[in-house]
Nanobody, 126 residues
Framework: QVQLVESGGGLVQAGGSLRLSCEAS????????MGWFRQAPGKEREFVAA????????LYADSVKGRFTISRDSDKNMMYLQMNSLKPEDTAVYYC???????????????????WGQGTQVTVSS
């Protein structure tokens, strides 16, 4: 089983950038599809982006398409979320997660992910 730890969150002004990292431990990391989710206070956890185990296919929420980029380096057991042109509504705790489900629109369902990190806070000021 894989364990996940996020880092890279912080406080940034609107229009700025951050890169989140997700470090995985466990020998089977490269066999999982991975995703980023976020949860703002008082709101449900929502899908941000997902990537296949090989890194050759990605999926994005409409709200972040064109601003965020998901990537992974399986040799280093790492996944990343580059966030550009940040907006105050991007403020949330961001989580990385692992799933064995093939990358489809179903990958937007957090219930299909069975390993989660502890989250990292991203705050975007206006």
């Amino acid at each position: 089983q894989v364990q996940l730890v996020e880092s890279g969150g912080g406080l940034v002004q609107a229009g700025g950038s951050l890169r989140l990292s997700c470090e995985a431990s466990g020998r089977s990391f490269s066999s999982y599809n991975m995703g980023w989710f976020r949860q703002a206070p008082g709101k449900e956890r929502e899908f941000v982006a997902a990537i296949t185990w090989s890194g050759d296919s990605t999926l994005y929420a409409d709200s972040v398409k064109g601003r965020f980029t998901i990537s992974r380096d399986s040799d280093k057991n790492m996944m990343y979320l580059q966030m550009n042109s940040l907006k105050p509504e991007d403020t949330a705790v961001y989580y990385c997660a692992a799933t064995g489900v093939p990358l489809t629109m179903r990958s937007m369902n957090p219930g299909l992910y069975y390993t989660w990190g502890q989250g990292t806070q991203v705050t975007v000021s206006s």
